[in-house]
């Protein structure tokens, strides 16, 4: 296929601007950006809600180290487990191994599905130090989570990273640093419904704000996010090698029991209402 002028090419410089000599990528400021966004929602919600607000800064200690190290373990065990295996302290470290010697590259390859299990651990723990209802906390990270997940990929949107199938449809964009074909940019998809997933539950919070700790907002974050990732997946270029002639691949697989268990916590909390 013989990519047409009228495609968008996308061929950003992988930095926006350095501080002392260290590059600040994209894909980090898109991070810091979206946690820094959940940070302040989360906030609000708690001075809403007339939390202690001494019970709330080691929360974002909590989530950031519970999203990063699930992520980056989910990545490195779902998608990459031959290869990290054999090369353990890179699961840890942002550094790799080359013929030259270790190089700095961050964390490049990170799974949303590990960073929800790692996340929903984070609060698990949190929760047992604070004494606050694990249904009441999981309910507000719900309404915040959306914005986080958006920002995240449009990280890997600046990163031409997780990439759509070859298309022929007039928004394809081609990704100058990996070929000369449009593809679909599926992280902008999910990035855009991420956003409006966070919208539509800010709506619901303002219009039924008791249904906090019933774990309705729990399961509309997951049974949403996690239904879009699934059909999503199909736009997608294979991420793994053994994914290859699979019907479903690895995050579809995912995503079933987060969908399954968001469905369920709606029902849940519809029949505790009654």
Excluded at 35 to 63: D, S, T, V, W
Excluded at 255 to 263: T, W
């Amino acid at each position: 296929m013989t990519p047409l002028p009228c495609y968008f090419v996308w061929n950003p410089s992988m930095s926006p601007f350095s501080i002392f000599g260290f590059e600040v990528r994209y894909y980090s400021l898109c991070w810091i950006i979206g946690l820094m966004a959940g940070y302040f929602i989360m906030q609000h919600l708690y001075k809403r809600q007339k939390m202690n607000m001494e019970l709330f800064e080691p929360l974002f200690i909590y989530c950031f180290l519970g999203i990063l190290i699930g992520a980056r373990m989910g990545h490195c065990i779902f998608y990459e487990p031959e290869y990290y295996f054999n090369h353990i302290a890179e699961m840890f470290l942002p550094m790799k191994e080359t013929a030259d010697g270790w190089k700095f590259i961050g964390y490049q390859g990170l799974a949303s599905h590990g960073g929800t299990v790692g996340l929903f651990t984070a609060l698990w723990l949190y929760t047992k130090r604070t004494k606050i209802s694990f249904a009441w906390l999981l309910d507000n990270i719900a309404i915040t989570t959306p914005i986080v997940a958006g920002m995240i990929r449009m990280g890997n949107f600046f990163n031409s990273e997780i990439l759509g199938n070859v298309t022929e449809m007039p928004w394809g964009v081609i990704f100058a640093q990996v070929d000369e074909f449009p593809r679909h940019p599926a992280q902008l998809y999910e990035a855009i419904a991420y956003f409006v997933i966070f919208i539509g539950g800010v709506m619901l919070y303002k219009k039924y704000p008791a249904k906090v700790g019933t774990l309705f907002y729990f399961g509309y974050c997951l049974a949403t996010i996690f239904t879009f990732r699934f059909f999503v997946e199909f736009l997608k270029e294979v991420q793994s090698e053994f994914e290859e002639g699979m019907t479903l691949d690895m995050g579809q697989w995912l995503s079933i029991p987060f969908m399954i268990i968001g469905v369920a916590c709606m029902l849940y909390s519809a029949k505790k209402k009654k």
